[in-house]
């Protein structure tokens, strides 16, 4: 796994590079989350030239367990244990501290990401992709892996937003831009690119300086 992963992670072949790695952590056995295949992981596998999510699956099973406690919480209505039921859940996962001993090991993942109910046909990746597309860095990577999410209007509006709109208002508000015609193609140009999928019928721009 060692020699794979700094292999692929370093490669100048697209084709066979790796760009992200997620490591699933099922969360059904949160008391023992970390085992020895974690910890040799993190610390024996250079992850330093690709980042690493951690993917806490089957979240949903701390729902379990916290509505169980609760249930066995005397004076508790059925409103009280559903609602203490996030908090609760909030209180197990901190005290099982996943996250602190993974950012202890020698090569901590970049970030991790929370996923429940994937068994089921409606289930939402969105935060799984912002997730990876954030720890990608480079920009040239998050534009490529958001041109292959036809469905994830959310990911490209924030990233069109994130990387070419707020850098023209920045500079607008500075004063060190002025907001003409030419500008604003210029930015409506950077936005598009985030929307790989759609095509420009018309620019919008205002019809005198600002």
């Keep these: 796994m060692k020699q794979f992963v700094s292999e692929r992670a370093s490669t100048r072949d697209l084709n066979e ?8 952590i099922p969360m059904d056995e949160y008391h023992r989350a970390i085992t020895a295949a974690e910890e ?53 996962f901190a005290g099982a ?21 994937m ?3 409606e289930s939402d990746c969105g935060p799984l992709l912002e997730c990876t597309t954030g720890a990608l860095g480079d920009e040239a990577l998050q534009m490529l892996l958001i041109s292959t999410q036809r469905t994830n209007l959310k990911l490209c509006i924030t990233y069109a937003v994130k990387k070419a709109a707020m850098a023209y208002i920045k500079r607008a508000c500075q004063g060190s831009m002025q907001v003409s015609k030419g500008q604003c193609i210029l930015m409506q140009k950077e936005i598009a690119r985030w929307f790989p999928h759609t095509g420009v019928s018309q620019m919008i721009f205002p019809s005198a300086n600002i």
């Design 40 to 92: 040799r992981f993190f610390s024996e596998c250079d992850t330093d030239n690709v980042p690493v999510i951690a993917v806490l699956t089957k979240f949903d099973a701390l729902s379990a367990v916290a509505l169980g406690e609760l249930r066995r919480t005397p004076g508790l209505t059925r409103k009280d244990i559903f609602e203490r039921t996030p908090e609760r859940v909030e209180e197990i």
């Design 97 to 117: 501290n996943i996250w602190g001993r993974l950012c202890e090991t020698r090569h901590p993942p970049k970030n991790y990401v929370r996923l429940a109910k």
């Design 17 to 24: 590079r790796i760009h992200a790695i997620w490591y699933c």
């Design 119 to 121: 068994n089921i046909d």
